[in-house]
């Protein structure tokens, strides 16, 4: 293979790797995952990040309605804290907004699966008012 050609490729894999990671912070509110596997770096960050929640055509805002509707059917713990945490702390989402979600999604999806994303809710409010040092409800 050209050697220009194989130099090009690298350069565009790490532009794509930073615009993910770049992405997923802002998105997340959080630092990127170290992309020690295959999963995290070119799944996680390259792909998710890099690629899917920086297309046109949906708001970031948007985007997270549907994240936060398809981790709570999903039921994975990890995901909906994360997912539910980034929402409220990037003020993409208002408290009162997502305890409305939280109710949309029960008749939807059923209880047992809102009351994970209802505590995945109080649990992200405790964590980020006792970083604001207080809160609101």
Same mark, same amino acid.
């Given at each position: 293979?050209?050697?220009?050609? $194989?130099?090009?490729?690298?350069?565009?894999?790490?532009?794509?790797? $930073?615009?993910?990671?770049?992405?997923?912070? $802002?998105?997340?509110?959080?630092? /990127?995952? /170290?992309?020690? +596997?295959?999963?995290?770096?070119?799944?996680? &960050?390259?792909? &998710?990040?890099?690629?899917?929640?920086?297309?046109?055509?949906? +708001?970031?805002?948007?985007?997270?309605?549907?994240?936060?509707?398809?981790? =709570?059917?999903?039921?994975?713990?990890? /995901?909906?804290?994360?997912?539910?945490?980034?929402?409220?702390?990037?003020?993409?989402?208002?408290?009162?907004?997502?305890?409305?979600?939280?109710?949309?999604?029960? #008749? #939807?999806? =059923?209880? /047992?699966?809102?009351?994970?994303? $209802?505590?995945?809710?109080?649990?992200?409010?405790?964590?980020?008012?006792?970083?604001? =040092?207080?809160?609101?409800?």
């Amino acid at each position: 293979m050209d050697d220009s050609y $194989e130099e090009f490729a690298r350069d565009a894999a790490l532009a794509r790797t $930073e615009r993910g990671r770049k992405r997923y912070k $802002e998105v997340m509110v959080s630092e /990127p995952p /170290p992309g020690i +596997s295959v999963f995290t770096g070119q799944g996680v &960050v390259d792909s &998710v990040f890099a690629e899917l929640w920086d297309r046109p055509g949906l +708001s970031r805002r948007d985007r997270r309605w549907i994240t936060l509707a398809c981790v =709570g059917a999903a039921g994975a713990d990890q /995901p909906i804290q994360s997912h539910v945490t980034a929402a409220l702390a990037s003020g993409d989402i208002s408290r009162e907004e997502f305890q409305e979600f939280v109710l949309h999604f029960a #008749y #939807y999806a =059923g209880w /047992p699966r809102a009351s994970a994303l $209802e505590m995945a809710y109080y649990k992200a409010v405790a964590a980020l008012d006792a970083e604001a =040092g207080g809160g609101e409800d």
